[in-house]
């Protein structure tokens, strides 16, 4: 798909280790055609028998991801529109549940929103100390319902819903830590990077049946999931019509000047 000038998802695979790197100009953030590539790259190496083991990263050394692009979400008209839009998320989502390979996260910084979702989708997620995290949707009149499954079955309902009601709070990395969202975090990008690829080097020498299998039973009971982050989708695609969204993600592209 044709990407915003400098945004990309390319991957590479070495020594049975897939790295996936996704970037845009802003942030770091998700549109339509970034979260499509994201979910088509998941998909295939997913299956590719070459690989063993999927990290997943973001570029830079600032943000992980800014979550949803304003843009777009800005040029929504109509429901089918919004359903479309946030079915992207539930694409990679459901891309990552369903991969046969384990999935790292590598976060370097701060994530919000969507990008939430992808590191709880992670299997594993190794994080720098600065990569504190927010789920902003209240905020702006929607709410984290796509990512929300993901996000809850890493970090249980209670953290979930600490997230989802003070959504202009940022929780530290060692809080998302302490509740499960990071499995490690570390004070430097070296630090981190070593580990990432430690883990990745070991998991590249394991088996890959059973790597699966076990995938399959941290996954259990999300079967439903197709068509649950749909309907979810189409609850954010019909909130994001209303006019305290377009006023609100308005006031912030003022604030902030993108």
């Known amino acids: 798909m044709q990407h915003t000038e400098g945004a990309y998802v390319r991957h590479e695979v070495e020594h049975n280790i897939a790295t996936i790197e996704f970037f845009h100009p802003a942030s770091n953030s998700l549109p ?8 088509r790259s998941i998909n295939d190496l997913g299956i590719d028998a070459g690989v063993r083991v999927i990290v997943l990263r973001s570029a830079g050394q600032s943000a992980f991801c800014a979550g949803a692009s304003f843009d777009e979400l800005t040029a929504i008209s109509n429901e089918a529109e919004g359903k479309h839009f946030f079915s992207g998320f539930a694409e990679v989502i459901n891309a990552m549940r369903k991969s046969h390979k ?5 976060v370097q910084g701060k994530a919000v929103g969507g990008g939430v979702g992808l590191i709880a989708a992670c299997d594993y997620a190794i994080a720098h100390d600065a990569a504190s995290v927010k789920l902003s949707e209240l905020a702006i009149g929607i709410g984290p319902f796509v990512v929300g499954p993901a996000v809850e079955r890493k970090m249980g309902r209670s953290s979930f819903s600490q997230l989802a009601i003070d959504a ?16 490690e975090i570390h004070g430097s990008l070296s630090d981190m990077d070593e580990s990432v690829n430690a883990l990745a080097n070991r998991l590249s020498h394991s088996s890959p049946d059973a790597m699966w299998e076990l995938k399959k039973i941290f996954w259990q009971g999300t079967e439903h999931w197709d068509s649950l982050l749909a309907e979810r989708a189409a609850i954010s695609g019909r909130l994001v019509l209303s006019d305290f969204t377009r006023n ?5 592209k003022a604030k902030t000047g993108k």
Do not use: M, Q, T, V
Not at 102 to 106: E, N, Q, S, Y
């Open 32 to 39: 339509a055609d970034i979260l499509h590539d994201l979910a």
């Open 102 to 106: 384990l999935i790292i996260g590598r």
């Open 168 to 183: 202009s709070e940022w929780r530290s990395a060692e809080w998302s830590k302490r509740h499960g969202l990071y499995a």
């Open 248 to 252: 609100a993600i308005s006031a912030f």
